[in-house]
């Protein structure tokens, strides 16, 4: 198992931008995929992006297409999800997590095996 601890969030208005970082440890990162997901009170955990293990191909969930980024520095063993123009529908608990998974990206919260406690972003009207 790896460990998996996030930082960054916060809070901030409507358009402002916010970087997360997750730190790694435990494991060799570079053998993980990793991914972002979020949760709001009283919904689902959905997934928001995620990354293969040499970052070189990316997913995102529709609705933060051409906003956020994630990215990854194995040597730092540490993945980070740029957000831009942020949105009050963006508020929520951010989790990252990591997967063994190899044949493509994961992006299904069943692919992803440790998960870290998150760190919340409020985003004001």
């Known amino acids: 198992q790896v460990q998996l601890v996030e930082s960054g969030g916060g809070l901030v208005q409507a358009g402002d931008s916010l970087r997360l970082s997750c730190a790694a440890s435990?494991?060799?990162?570079?053998?993980?995929?990793m991914g972002w997901f979020r949760q709001a009170p009283g919904k689902e955990r959905e997934f928001v992006a995620a990354?293969?293990?040499?970052?070189?191909?990316?997913s995102y969930a529709d609705s933060v297409k051409g906003r956020f980024a994630i990215s990854r520095d194995n040597a730092k063993d540490t993945v980070y999800l740029r957000m831009n123009s942020l949105k009050p529908e963006d508020t929520a608990v951010y989790l990252c997590?990591?997967?063994?998974?190899?044949?493509?990206?994961?992006?299904?919260?069943?692919?992803?095996?440790?998960w870290g406690q998150g760190t919340q972003v409020t985003v004001s009207s």
């Open positions: 990354i293969n293990r040499s970052g070189a191909g990316t």
């Open positions: 435990g494991r060799t990162f570079s053998s993980y995929a």
């Open positions: 997590a990591a997967s063994r998974l190899t044949i493509a990206i994961p992006n299904n919260r069943a692919d992803f095996s440790s």
